[in-house]
Every structure is written in C-alpha cells, then in structure tokens.
C-alpha cells in the first residue's frame, strides 16, 4: 500500500511520470460513460509498459476456453471484453524525432482525471535531444452527453527553439487483446475511408460479428488560429490516419482537436453504422470542443447533485468516496438493459468485463440510492432477459426444472470453467432473487414482481426444490456439494448462506405470489398457466422451507459456515504468521481450504441480507466468531463486515474495515490495480459508508437511519432518492439532518424514531 | 464392447482393414521391450487417421502446464511421453503410385500380435491403379535381446504385372505429440548423416537435452537374391532416408530388411551416441533378421514360462490374460530402476507416460510374482531416488518435515494439475509405504527396510503426522480436505481409505524401526542420525494411531467413506436410468460430485490392502454396501471387487467384475482404447485371477492359495516365484496341483491347510 497520487477532494493527481506505475494509472485515470471506456493510455506513441484498452459496452469475444483436464458441462469459451480499436492515439514528431516518453526526459508532468467535471488532462515538458524542450497539454473526455463522442485537445508547444511538428491522429483497428486464451487477434477490417471529408473504419469481431466503427475529424490552430493543411493520409485495411505537419516558432502552440464517433451494431443497423459515425462525429465538430467540454461539465454536476457525498476532516476518505462514485457512474447508466457492470467495469480487461453475482449483491443499493429507479429496474430486466438462457444452464446440468444463472456471463451463457465455481456456487441465484426483493423493497415497485420478477423468482425456487435432496440420516433437506461466497471452502456440505438463501427465496416466491394475486390476478393466472406452477409445487418448498437443515454449533450458539467447520483448527488470522498473508499468495489452495479462514464474508453475508430477520445477539455472536477468521482477501469482504460492525457499534473494526475498501484502487492495496479497477467493490465501500456509517436500511416502507459516523469525520452528507423523495442527509457526530429537497412528503425511521418530514421541509435530531 | 479381433490363445489377429478401427489396433498391436515401444503404424505412407507413436522410455519432455486459473502450489510443467523419431517408416511407390492403404483398395488384410513371440506380422493385397494388385507382408518386432535394437521385413510382390518398385526406409526427426499443450514442436535436430558406410540421425530435446540417435542399415532381397544397388540419398537436418528402385515381374517379390538401434543420453556420453548406435545397428545387420527374430522367439519363450496364465475352456479369457501379461512384460523389466510403468506404457500419448499409484497399488504384485525379486525391488528404489524430490514437494506445500510423493510424475516432480488431485490425493502417499510392506511381505528380504524402505517410511509419517489436525469437535485426530481413491468425491474430510492407510503406515513405519534395529542396529543408527529421528515423534505418531477418527455407520456397522456419506441419496446403480452411464460422460462434474456413486474402489481398496486385520463379516458387510453403488468408471476398479467378492464367496458379482477388467483394450470397452492400452489396469487383471479366483495371499510369510475357479473354466494354472521358489499351479474345479518347480521347499496353506512342498515335488488336494 502506497498513497502515491495527491490527496484532493475532486480530483485524482499524479506528479511526476513513473513509468513504473504508468499501467496502474491508466487503470486509475480511466474514463468511460457506461457505453464505452478508455483507459488512460497516451495518445503519442509510448514505447514502455502500457495496457492498451478502448472498450464498447456489450462488444465482447467468446473466446475458446482454456483448461487444464475439461470436465463434463465446462462452457466451450470465455467472454471477454474486447480491446476494440483505438481511436486516442496521435503520434507525434518534432524535428524528425518521435515523441515517446519512455525515451524521452520528462519534467513537469501532471495528469488529472477531474472527477467533478469528467475530464482527464495531462501536461508535461519533453526534452528531446538536443535538449530541444517540448510542453505538450492534453484534454479528454468522452462524453456523458452524447454517449457515441470521444474529444481530445493536443497541444504542443516547442518552448526553446522553432520546430516543425507532425501531428497524426489515427484509428486503428490492428489491436490485441492482452488476455487472449490462445494469442488469437480478434478483429477483421471491413472497411476504411480516408480523405478530406471523412475518416473511419469498421471492423467487424472474428466471431458473434460485432461491428464498430470509428469515425474522426480533425481540426488544427496554430495558437488560436485556424489552420487549413492538407494532411499527409495513410489508408490501410485496419487504419487510417491524417498527418499534419506545421513548422512553428518557439513558445507557439499547435493544437489538434480530435473528436471520435464510436458507433456498433448492438446499436444500428450494420448498413447504417458509417453513417451513423460520420454524422455523429460532423455534430460533434460542428458543436466544437469548448462547448462540448462545457456540456461535459454540466452534465457532470447533475451527476454529482444526486450521488455525491461529502466527508468533512477527513481528505483521503472524501476523495476515495468520490472516485467510488464516479467510476460507478462512469461504469452503468442503466440506459441499455443489455448491459451490465463488470467487476472491472471498461477500466481492464480483467474478469472479461463480464457480470457476475457483485451486480446484484453489491451494486444495486448504490443505483437504487442514487438515480431514478428506472436505472436499478434495468439491471434486474437484464437477468429477466437471461431467463431462457439460465433454463438452459439448469437443463445442461441435469435439473428437469428451473433456472441456474451463470456464475459469470456477458449474455446469459456461462463462461466460467473451474467446477467449484461453475457448478456450485450456486448462491448467485439467490442473490439473483434477493435484488428482487431488494428492489420492490426499496422502491415499492411491486408491480415490477407480476410484470418480471415472479418469472424469475418462480424458476430460481424451482431450481433450489431439486437442488436439495433429503437425508435419511438427518430426516431433514440438506444441500450437497456447494462453494458458498467464502471460496475458500470448495465442495461443502450445508453452507449455511446458501441454504438460508435457498429456503428465503422459496418464501419470498410464495409471498411475491399473493402480492401478485391481490394486485393483478389476470396476470397472475397468465404466469400460473405459463410457467404450469401447480400448488403440490407450492407444498413441496413449504415442506423443504420447514425442514431445511441449518448447521449450527450449539455450543457457541453461532451459525456454522458449513457442516464440519469445528473441525477445523480454529486460530484467529492475528495469530499467524503475518508474512503468510495474504494467504493465497502463499499457501497452496489444499492448505487454504483446509484452514477455518474466511475469504469474504459468508454467514455475515447472509446476516446482512437478512437482516431483518435475526436480532443484535445473533449477528453479534457471529460476527465476534467469524470476524477474526475472515481475511477478506476478496475485495468484497470488508464492507459487508464494516457494516455489521456499525450495527453491532463496533466502531473502530467498523472504520478499519472501511478503510481496506475505501482506497482499494487509489493506493493500489492489493497490488493488482495495473489490471483495471475494482469497480464493483467500489460499491461496497458506498455501501459502507452509506449502510454502515449512515445506518441506511429500509424496513417496512420506511427509511431508516442510525448514523455512526466515525469519529475521524467532522461531517458525512450524502443524498438518497427514496420513493420519489430526493432527501440530502447531514450527519456530524450524533447530530442528524435530513432535508427533503423534493415535494414529496416522506415517512423516516431516524435513530429509533419515527418522523414524517414534508415536501421540503428539514428535520434535525440530536 | 465389441469383439473386433479373432479369438486366438496366443495371437491377436485383425481380419480386414477398417480404417475407422485403425488408432485402436495402432493401440492394441504396439510392441515394446522396456526401453522403447511402438504403436502399430504403418510402415507405409498413411494417410488415413492415425497415432503416431515412437517411445523411448525415459525420453520425456517438460510440457509448460496449461490451466484455466492457476491456483498457488500447481506445477510449472506437466511431463510428457515423447513420440521421438519415427524409424519405422518405409515409403513404398510402385509404377510412380504411392502406396497409401487409406486411398487403394484392400484385401486380404491380416494384422497380427503373435504374444507368443513378440512378433507383429501384417500381409495384405493393395489394389493400385489399373487394377494392379500388389502383395505385402511385413514382420516387425523389437528386441527383447539387445534392446536397442528394432527390425522390419517387409516384402512386395506384385501379382497381376511387372513393376518398378521403390521403397525409401527413412528415419524422420520431424514429429510432433498430438497432445501437445500449446502445439510446439519439442525436439531440435543435432546431427544426421547418410552415406553407403552410415545412416543415422540425432534429435535433441528442446527441454532438458535428452539425445536420441537413430542409426539404420538396410538389405534388398529379389526373391532370395541379395541385390546391390545404390539408393538415392536423402539427407535433411531431421530426417535421412534412402531410396532403393528395382525393377521386377509379376510374383517377383522385393523384400528390404531395415534394421534400426535407437540409442539415448540416457545410456551413453552425448559424444558416444553416434558410435554406439552405428555399432549396434551393424551388428544386428551381422547377426541377420532370421537370426534376430529366433533369439526373439527363444528370449519370449523363457518370459512365458514365468508368467503364463493358462485358463481352459475359455478362449476370450485365456487370450485377455496373455494380452495383458504381454503387454505388462512389454512395459516393464526392471533392467533400468529410472524407469517405471505409466498407465499406457508405451501404446499412446495419454497420461504422459508418467508414474502414478498404479505401479504400487496394482501393478508390484504381477512382477512379485512372476519375476526375479529385484524387478520389484527396483520399482521400489525408484520411489527411494525420488525421496528429496518428494520433500521438495513436501515443503512446497507448506509442511516442515516429510514428504509428499506426487501424483504424477517422471523424475519426481510433481506434474498434475487438478488442486483436487494434486494436492488432495495424497493417498498415493499411503500406496508407496503398502508397496514397501507388500514387497518385504513377499520376498522376506526385511534387507531392504535398513537399505532403503525405511528412510521413505519415516518420511511418509512424517507427512501424516503433520497432515492430519485435532479436531476439539471430535476430540479426535481428523483428516481433513482430501480426495480418495474414489475421484467422484473430492476435497472430503475424513476419508476412511486414506485416514486408514495414515494410521496404517506410521504403525508400520514403528514396526519397521523395530526390525532394522533387530538385524541392523548400525544402519538404524545412522538413519536416526541422518533423520534426526526422536522418540517424541514416534510418541506422536502413536498418538495418533490411538485417536484417529474413522467414519462409521454405526446402524449398518460398515465403514464410512468419509464424513457425511450418509447424507447422500442411496440409490443402487442398477437403479439409474442405464443411459446415464457412464456417468463421467452424461452428468455435469458437480451432480457426480454430490451423488453417492463411486468411481473406484476406495473403503474396499483398504479392505484388500489390509486384508488381514478384517473378518470376513466386515468385508461382507462393506462390500454388500459399497457394491451397489460403484460405477467402475475407473479401470482399476473392477479387479479390486472382483478379488473380494471371490474372497466372500459371491461368484457371480467375481466373475462379472473380471469381464469388466480382462478385455478392456481388446473390445475396447471404454470407446478409448485409441488413446493407447490400459497397461496399469491389466496388472489389476492378473491381479483378479491370481489373487481372485486363485486366491493367492501371504500371510506371515506363508504363501496361501484358496481357488475359486469361475465354472465357465475348466481349469485355471499359473506359475508364481515365491521366495527362491518357483511353484506351477493348477487349479481344476476345487481339485487343486501345486508342483514345485525349483529345489527350494516351500510351506503353503492351500484351503486352509498347511502343506511342506519339497523342491521338485508335487502336491494335490481335492
């Protein structure tokens, strides 16, 4: 762990240029607007270390499985994000010299993603040889505005000699992904145009034939004057590119604006994608840099006005808040319900930008809270959509009934291979029909259960009915042969999560049942006849939600992770050898798996879920037995334990574990950002901080608040949206006040007491 | 299941080509002599489907793991058997046609294994263009007398016209495994020379610079005329061949003799292999093919009179059991102790001709019986010049003392990738301590405990000692996350076979102190030094052994397979939709994992290892258990049932069991046998008649015999060494002959009863 960017409220800086940590960077200063994402790689040619990333939301490769023995139901390939064609890159040449800044001194060097505004610029000095001293400022963002836009302004400036300057922007399709399982290029070239009225290319992926094209258009100034050059053009099967070159006195800037289309076929028809582009990127410059930038700007604080949180005293928390924020925002806008949020986002290629079950188990609270409910409704329809597929899956698997969703997936199909993981960790589902419930909850949308969410909770109940099978020996349900969310116990017995999420989801399907009868029976008797749901069904879940067996240690009055878990040495993680942590860089798996140690939350996980459901004592316990087993080597854990710890008033366990997810990334704590941000974590540290230190939940219809706002914090604000009511919460210390900037009079639960607070009005509790 | 092959008592014998059978008779018609072997490829231009298999044992290659997500502690590399030079070829070109079997007409086509005598033989008539039907007989074997040494006849006649007829025997450096995990080519070429005096060419390893040097010489014969002509010569980096063009007429036969010796690094200074091989191979053309094939014929000869099996009355049995001691005797000779049995011997790629527990577990008992002593015993020093190795290992997984043999291996290290396996299966562990008690059980030669099986005993306790963990639950010693012999149950807990074989080993690890201190007091004393043996750790051990926890059902009074096997649905095989099987091929991995059926033999394997500490009520009760729930999915289960239901009487389940192991490869009843021949598993075959249905044990250092002769035989004999004795037995009904065939008097117990039997006497019980 290392604070190496400057700590800023608003913003994410880096002085000097280390080229050692440049591909952690371009992990950091990613940007994206939940349609496409750009790592922050230079745009001139850079000859070091870098991963090179331009990613399109849903553009993906089903790349061939790689594995070691296969086994009987492996998926035959791999999604995997797709590294698609880079449209940053500008090469430069001064006096005949390349610019690159691995060859090159380098002073003066800043880059700052801005995340107020969602600008990333870079400035620095070249000395190239001769000492000839270059400055260069770039500027880029693509736009929140209008999601197909990429703009950058480049500008160079020769301070202490007149030089002639080559500027080439280019598209290029040529492009690799670095984690190809078989070192295969994914793309083809379909076509390229390049003259003076328009520049693109199309490239079209080897399989599942996705189309992007990538449009350009180029303007250049010489300081503030424009410039009409006939560029130097260079068209290739893969790339195109314009070359300006421009002799300019010392101290004089040369400016290249470049503004970039990204159209795909998920979008328009392949027939209208050059179109699409050329015409997008005509507006784009006909709208120009500046105001394109401003629009960035006020779209930005839109943004911001509904998700920011502010922490008073407390620098490095409020800028690692910030940066959650804006990555999530940056990552899923909800406005395509084909999409989702990988636990990289479009910051890596790692995790194949694909979905998994952190989308519903850690994600959704953060879109719920924070925009219109419509954002978090789309992630719930994008499993909706996956039903048949996951019908297929549980079929593929042996089930005559039901729905197995993907561990991980880009469109319903798994793409995970390690049997563990496949084929038995299976809670996914549950937390699949847990956002259900979690949504409706939240939102009091229960017409979302008859529109889509039975279907869904009806097959998973269907799925988890044969998944269970009865022991003779116990005279009770039990789960064989499952990895629970703690994978570091592989093929259990009886996970407790999982067979409590199991049984829940029965009992939620039966309650979403009469919700559906009373509020719309004709849709009911619709599903009823669809989906042939018969009332022996309905029998068989009562009778297996009565008779599931819970391994429990009686002694302890705990919970049991799983059948004999007290058979294990039980040492609690300060007790061993520190140099061994963390444990899966040096144990070897069989060793982890034998060992009482907890990789992320597992018990708690469910005591959070369902926490509603069991009192103060019995997460106490539990968390006083799991807490010091738990090394949360998943960067999923620390916030579900830094929640409960609030609960619990375990405020200094509650504040240490917030601080391991806060700045996971920033500080590079697990030493594997270079690979793409954790973006998903990043909504376990807002839930952290909102559900932890704000005490958020919802019971009832009410929101509830039980501020615990730690003590290093002079303040903590941030605003929910709830039902209609957009309330901004204040916390310092024990004080609470909650203003109702909407018009919608409000029901709140604050601190045990109950409040109504009015449209606009504001409410202050000590 | 198919009966492809003629039935014959001494020769596999395949009537017509069938190219869609053609890898399998490729597998099924190799030939060996422990120090290289050879698929039955064609002499001939192939280009039909075809294996292409040239093994040189020893000769392997360090294929870099290939692995979905790597897991800490997995090996780098995964050994590989190497198909090395191929010096069987002989292009054959007749009037300017190639002779290519997959592309002409064929009749007459007989391809033949004489077991007899280590002789394969094919003739067919080959129908080229124009009608023109040509003859061709070829007689290949390799030398079981000078083990270098490999020699082909092969013979052409055209039968309807005159012809010019060229062959060009070749040797090519140019080969590749199909299994290569990421296609690379692993040999490089060093040198190749080809002249009237010399043909030879060396290939080097591109890992670990393993040399093989291939010479050849070659004879012309028209009719029985020896021909001098000058062959045109061709002479590549990686391959020389020479081609001899002769004019003949109809029924006129060409007939070339190549005589090849192959020579590796692993004999010889890397500077001798030119000389050594061109010496061979001009002895061999001295000595003449005739010459050769009768020293061939001779040498199998004296191998059948210590190991034939004869069983009367059934001729598909009698041809299984000679296939199978063949093939053993092809595999292994226990001339060279760096050498070992892998699963396929020398017959296919799969399992890259690695070490498993097989060679411990089935395989020591064949060459025990049927051998000198120091066959066995070199197998045994094998695993003792892997002992650091197995530390290595050891260490690398964590432990501080002991060692962990691997579960596949070439020199020692571990090679297998599957965490389930490689680190969990460490009842191999347990396998190689029985190999050392069943040898010393055996002979009586308590030498080898001082010499050498002490050192291995202590470090294999060792390992228990510090893999088990007290549980406070149980108030026992516990095992936890480990797979058993059954691989359809993986990281379970507990496991009865490998809990057993734990406690099993350290008792007799104290046992074997005790007799090296009784006859060797010197040499125990230096290996406590060199071990630093302590008498706590032998406190500890029997602290364990005292307090290990074994599962058990108490109501049924059976064993348990591991904790919680009780919890499973109990549903006899017999009762699964027959479709479904074999399982491995219609149920996902996790169904397989969470059923109760068992891939192989496991509490049963115990119960026949420790054969003598178990009632026959115990066994009964166990195997009526077990039985109904075994699958056989392994080919190394069968025997294992088929010699305890001979033991408990159960005939029928005996011999059903048998048929499943005994012509496994010959009617390919695993749809695999492509892959090469089930070598391993045949030594589980003989195992099934030997110590099945002939009932062979010792017990306290008493050979005993208790027949239970299937009634669809009419008699079954074997000859077994035993102690410097050399008894033929036979069994007819429950008629019964022991003839001692050495001067050495022996004691047996035959049904019960103890017997003397001076040397070359005979004794009879009915």
Known sequence: MQQYY??????????DFDPQHHEISESVFSIGNGYMGQRANFEEKYSGASLQG???????????????????????????????????????????????????????????????????????????????????????????????????????????????????????????????????????????????????????????????????QCDIYLDDNFQTLEPEITTLDDSVQKSFTIATQHNQSVTLIKYVANVTSRDHAITELTRVAVQHVNEAKATGFSTLMQEQINAWETKWQDSDIVIEGDIAAQQAIRFAIF????????????????????????????????????????????????????????????????????????????ALYPMVTMNGEECHNEWEITFEEIHRNGAIAYAIYNYVNYTGDTSYL????????????????????????????????????????????????????????????????????????????????????????????????????????????????????????LIAVKDLPQEDLPLNQHWSWDRILRSCYIKQADVLQGLFFLGDQYDLDTKRRNFDFYEPLTVHESSLSPCVHSI?????????????????????????????????CHITSMAGTWMSVVYGFGGLRIHDGQLVLNPSVPKEWASLSFTVMFRGARLFVQMKGQNITVKNESSMTTWLKIKEQVCELQGFSTIELA
């Open 644 to 676: 409960l710890a609030c609960e619990l008033g375990y405020n200094e366990t509650a504040y240490k574990m917030y601080l391991r997810t806060a700045r996971l990334d920033l500080d590079n704590y697990n030493n594997d950002t270079e690979d793409g």
């Open 6 to 15: 400057l700590l800023d409220p608003w913003s994410i800086i880096e002085k």
């Open 54 to 216: 331009s990613y399109m939301a849903g553009v993906y490769y089903p790349d061939k499985t790689r594995v070691g023995w296969w086994k009987n139901g492996y998926p035959e390939y791999f999604a995997k994000v797709l590294n698609s064609t880079n449209w940053v890159a500008i090469d430069v040449v001064i006096d005949g010299q390349t610019l690159d800044l691995s060859t090159c001194k380098v002073r003066d060097f800043t880059r700052e993603l801005s995340m107020k505004e969602g600008i990333l610029r870079r400035s620095f000095v070249a000395v190239l040889d001769d000492n000839k001293e270059v400055r260069v400022e770039s500027v880029r963002f693509v736009s929140i505005v209008t999601k197909e836009i990429g703009a950058i302004r480049y500008v160079v400036t020769p301070l202490n000699f007149d030089a002639t300057i080559t500027l080439t922007p280019a598209l290029n399709g040529n492009v690799m992904n670095r984690d190809s399982n078989h070192g295969e290029q994914f793309w083809d070239s379909v076509t390229a145009s390049n003259n003076t009225k328009e520049t693109f290319i199309t490239m079209m992926t080897k399989k599942l034939d996705f189309y992007v094209c990538s449009a350009m």
């Open 450 to 569: 008859g529109e889509y969410g039975l279907e869904v909770l009806v097959e998973i109940s269907r799925f988890w009915a044969q998944r269970v099978s009865f022991s003779q020996a116990k005279q009770k349900y039990v789960m064989l042969g499952v990895t629970g969310p703690n994978e570091y116990e592989n093929n259990v017995n009886n996970n407790w999560y999982t067979n409590r999420m199991a049984t829940w989801t029965m009992a939620y399907t039966i309650q979403a049942i009469d919700q559906v009868q009373k509020e719309n029976p004709t849709r009911l008797a619709q599903i009823h006849a669809q989906l042939s749901l018969a009332d022996e069904e309905f029998k068989h879940w009562k009778e297996i939600i009565q008779n599931m067996y819970f391994p429990v240690d009686e002694e302890r009055q705990v919970f049991l992770q799983q059948d004999g878990f007290l058979d294990k040495e």
């Open 327 to 402: 990555q999530l925002n940056q990552t899923y806008t909800g406005d395509d319900e084909r999409l989702n949020i990988g636990p990289k986002g479009f910051t890596g290629e790692k995790y194949g930008g694909s979905t998994y079950w952190d989308t519903e188990a850690y994600c959704l609270p953060f879109y719920l809270s924070t925009a219109d409910q419509k954002i978090a409704r789309n992630l719930l329809i994008y499993r909706y959509r996956h039903l048949d597929k996951a019908r297929e899956n549980a079929r593929k698997l042996g089930y005559t009934k039901g």
